[in-house]
T-cell receptor, first 112, second 109 residues
Framework: TAGITQAPTSQILAAGRSMTLRCTQDMRHNAMYWYRQDLGLGLRLIHYSNTAGTTGKGEVPDGYSVSRANTDDFPLTLASAVPSQTSVYFC???????????FGEGSRLTVL | GQNIDQPTEMTATEGAIVQINCTYQTSGFNGLFWYQQHAGEAPTFLSYNVLDGLEEKGRFSSFLSRSKGYSYLLLKELQMKDSASYLCAVRDSNYQLIWGAGTKLIIKP
């Protein structure tokens, strides 16, 4: 089973360029999330979506946007990348019962 | 503010037992999670506690005391493959997850 698939796995991007990180899940989970993980810090929520057609802002939403056109896909877009957006990005979805998160393999983004 | 505290790094010996502590101050409480994350990989779910007490799952156990804002993850019969970071996360009153920075566990032979 694929679970959650993220792409690309790694990317180097020039500052000022735009970038979309893709996330697709095949578990029919309603809730999906984008986190960034930086050394020495806990996972920080960027944006979330409780169901298709709705999105919400997390702890660190500035500079990022998301869309949720259907249940399976939840892309994250950086409109104009800055070096502080260098991070590892994880997409996740929630199983219904305990709220356990299922994570994608991560996308390592470097902005120069 | 909301805060999750756990040690940055711990070292233990193969075959031994290690306890990783987590203390939290959050706006409400709707469960505590432990995740394991190997270097360069995604976090994977280990345990979930919502009531006080000990939950045992094989070599791993997790304990919760809501009155003390405290949890621990107990790993027994340590194996080299247990070398990883262990992340504590609390779900607050808004059902949002608050994450600790993680504890890097180093296992020595």
């Amino acid at each position: 089973t694929a679970g959650i698939t993220q792409a690309p796995t790694s990317q180097i991007l020039a500052a000022g360029r735009s970038m979309t990180l893709r996330c697709t899940q095949d578990m029919r989970h309603n809730a999906m999330y984008w986190y960034r993980q930086d050394l020495g810090l806990g996972l920080r929520l960027i944006h979330y979506s409780n169901t298709a057609g709705t999105t919400g802002k997390g702890e660190v939403p500035d500079g990022y946007s998301v869309s949720r056109a259907n249940t399976d896909d939840f892309p994250l877009t950086l409109a104009s990348a800055v070096p502080s957006q260098t991070s590892v990005y994880f997409c996740a979805s929630t199983g219904r019962d305990t709220g356990e998160l299922f994570f994608g393999e991560g996308s390592r983004l470097t902005v120069l | 503010g909301q805060n999750i505290d756990q040690p940055t790094e711990m070292t233990a010996t193969e075959g031994a037992i290690v306890q990783i502590n987590c203390t939290y101050q959050t706006s409400g409480f709707n469960g505590l999670f432990w995740y394991q994350q190997h270097a360069g990989e995604a976090p994977t779910f280990l345990s979930y506690n919502v009531l006080d007490g000990l939950e045992e799952k094989g070599r791993f156990s997790s304990f919760l005391s809501r009155s003390k804002g405290y949890s621990y993850l107990l790993l027994k019969e340590l194996q080299m493959k247990d070398s990883a970071s262990y992340l504590c996360a609390v779900r607050d009153s808004n059902y949002q997850l608050i994450w600790g920075a993680g504890t890097k566990l180093i296992i020595k032979p």
